[in-house]
């Protein structure tokens, strides 16, 4: 007996684009067909349905997890499916770039088919998956998914435009400094390797100066929590006063911040 059978994608969860509806055509041979019990009894189903299990719930950033794609057999008899060579198997951080169908094509033997006994399931797909973000990870294909929490925070270098770089001054009593600091405008937290080279372009009093630093850290990373900023370096500029103006310029990993005091 054969059936075709179609399955859909669902509907991601609010923080996902809406994924266009996946429809896969199997067809089903069904092995020792049994006569129904009774007259006027009800045909079983022999529809089947996926689903995905991953073997961890919540993983740090950079930890890897697998997925596995089983096929589910509600019905009371056993089926034989044709190869599914093409099969949609994504997955997806929330905070992640815009989310990419994956498709994975399948070569099989000549003459195999996909057996999943009565009330049973089989193993058809496996995937590992490494999250780079931190947040919720969606591993979706047509009909199922599965979510996995990532916690932690993303891994940036300084020479990224994932984080930001500006310059603030402060003054404290009558003592001026400028600040070197971080901006991170993401929805998620992030860990910036610190610099071990910083040079500083700086004009005060009329006069100007450009020096170049080897710093030797006690930390290893500056954390800058979501849409939030961290102080990097602070540089003594010199005091208030009237007609007093400064300009620092900040030189690190290719990149460069400035400003000046008091501001324009």
């Known amino acids: 007996m054969s059936l075709l059978v179609g399955l859909s994608s669902a509907r991601h969860l609010g923080w996902l684009s809406l994924y266009a509806s996946a429809l896969i055509l199997v067809c089903i041979t069904v092995l020792g ?6 007259p006027g009894a009800e045909p079983p189903s022999y529809l089947y349905y996926a689903v995905i299990e991953t073997d961890r719930d919540t993983i740090s950033v950079g930890e890897s997890f697998t997925a596995t794609v089983y096929l589910c057999n509600p019905g009371d008899r056993d089926i034989l499916l044709e190869p599914i060579r093409q ?6 951080s929330l905070y992640g770039p815009e989310p990419v169908n994956n498709a ?7 003459g195999t088919k996909i057996k999943v006994g009565a009330g049973d399931r089989t193993v058809f797909l496996r995937r590992v998956f490494t999250p780079l973000y931190p947040g919720p990870f969606m591993v979706t294909c047509p009909g199922a998914e599965a979510t996995v929490n990532v916690t932690g925070a ?3 270098p300084i020479s990224s435009p994932e984080v930001g ?9 009558r003592l001026v400094h400028a600040l070197l600091i971080l901006v991170n405008d993401n929805p998620y937290p ?10 500083r372009y700086k004009e005060f009093y009329g006069f100007s100066s450009n020096t170049t630093s080897y710093i030797s850290w006690a ?5 800058v929590e979501a849409h939030s900023t961290k102080v990097a370096w602070r540089e003594e500029m010199g005091i208030t006063g009237e007609n007093y103006e400064y300009v620092c310029i900040f030189y690190v990993e290719g990149r460069v911040a400035g400003g000046s ?3 324009p």
């Open 33 to 38: 067909v049994l006569p129904q019990d009774g």
């Open 87 to 92: 099969f949609a198997f994504s997955g997806n």
């Open 104 to 110: 994975v094509f399948l070569s099989y033997p000549g």
């Open 154 to 156: 993303r891994r940036v």
């Open 165 to 173: 770089l500006k310059v603030e001054f402060s003054v404290t009593g």
């Open 190 to 199: 992030v860990e910036v390797p610190v610099f071990m080279q910083l040079t």
């Open 219 to 223: 930390i290893r990373f500056f954390e």
């Open 261 to 263: 005091y008091p501001p």
